[in-house]
């Protein structure tokens, strides 16, 4: 059984720093590309970020290129969004995802196929 388990959403004030992770079990996590996605009521659910399976390379929406970095730690089937420079319109569910996608589409949620519960980021003005 597959499962992805987020941690680290909460509440911080604008211009603060956050760090979620997501532990992944039931699979071989090293071969999968991580994507991490977030969503507000009334929203599709849009990236954020994703990771290749190596962690050598990454990419980024617009929204959040240069204060958010993704990485991963295969050895601890982790992987993590660290989120500095924090705005209230970063307010949302995060939710991680696994799948096989390449990463010039790993924007596409259609793409993975195994995600988390996801947790909630609340930034403050």
């Known amino acids: 059984q597959v499962q992805l388990v987020e941690s680290g959403g909460g509440l911080v004030q604008a211009g603060g720093s956050l760090r979620l992770s997501c532990v992944v079990s039931?699979?071989?996590?090293?071969?999968?590309?991580m994507g991490w996605f977030r969503q507000v009521p009334g929203k599709e659910r849009e990236f954020v970020a994703a990771?290749?399976?190596?962690?050598?390379?990454?990419y980024y929406s617009d929204a959040v290129k240069g204060r958010f970095t993704v990485s991963r730690d295969n050895a601890k089937n982790t992987g993590y969004l660290r989120m500095n420079s924090l705005k209230p319109e970063d307010t949302a569910v995060y939710y991680c995802?696994?799948?096989?996608?390449?990463?010039?589409?790993?924007?596409?949620?259609?793409?993975?196929?195994?995600w988390g519960q996801g947790t909630q980021v609340t930034v403050s003005s």
């Open positions: 995802a696994v799948g096989r996608p390449s990463l010039r589409n790993s924007y596409d949620r259609a793409r993975y196929n195994y």
């Open positions: 039931g699979l071989t996590f090293s071969t999968y590309i």
């Open positions: 990771i290749n399976w190596s962690g050598s390379a990454a």
